[in-house]
């Protein structure tokens, strides 16, 4: 396994994988980075194809941008959800599963989650400190845990 350090890892802040084969909840601050990430490659996805395909209709396709913004929103993170996790999850070596933490989520509770985080914005992660396994308000609405991965 991959030697890595993760803030809020260790035994004061939660379970530690051992041996034994215990789940690993990465830390708020993991969470919060891995968000921060997809938001960005969100925006480079959107100024990509503005730039390269309504760049003469700037000023008069605001809405459109913003429309724009909101379906990829809504379809980056639930399909990158359903499939284990966003590029900025697994770029922090995290994964999402079903509470079980083996099965994948389902299409239902990726959309569920996603809309529950999209509605509450950065308040459901408050719920982080206070779940045994770190979850947030949206995993606990979706039934869904994020784990660190084990390499």
Known sequence: ???????????????EEEDGGQDVYPSML??????FFDFWIIVAI?????????DMY??????????????ILFIYDPI?????????YRT???????EDGISRISIAQAYKRSFVKFLLGMLTFFWIGSDPKRRA???KVAG????????
Do not use: C, W, Y
């Open 1 to 15: 396994m991959e030697d890595r350090e993760f803030a809020g890892s260790g035994p004061e802040n939660g379970p």
């Open 30 to 35: 993991n969470r919060l980075q891995a968000m």
């Open 46 to 54: 959107v100024m990509l194809l503005f730039v390269n395909f309504f």
């Open 144 to 151: 869904t845990v994020v784990l660190l991965s084990r390499k």
């Open 137 to 139: 308000l949206h995993d």
């Open 80 to 88: 990158g959800a359903m499939t284990g996790g966003t590029i900025g």
């Open 92 to 98: 922090m070596g995290m994964k999402i599963r079903r």
């Open 58 to 71: 700037e000023e008069r396709l605001v809405g459109l941008k913003i429309i724009l913004f909101l379906i």
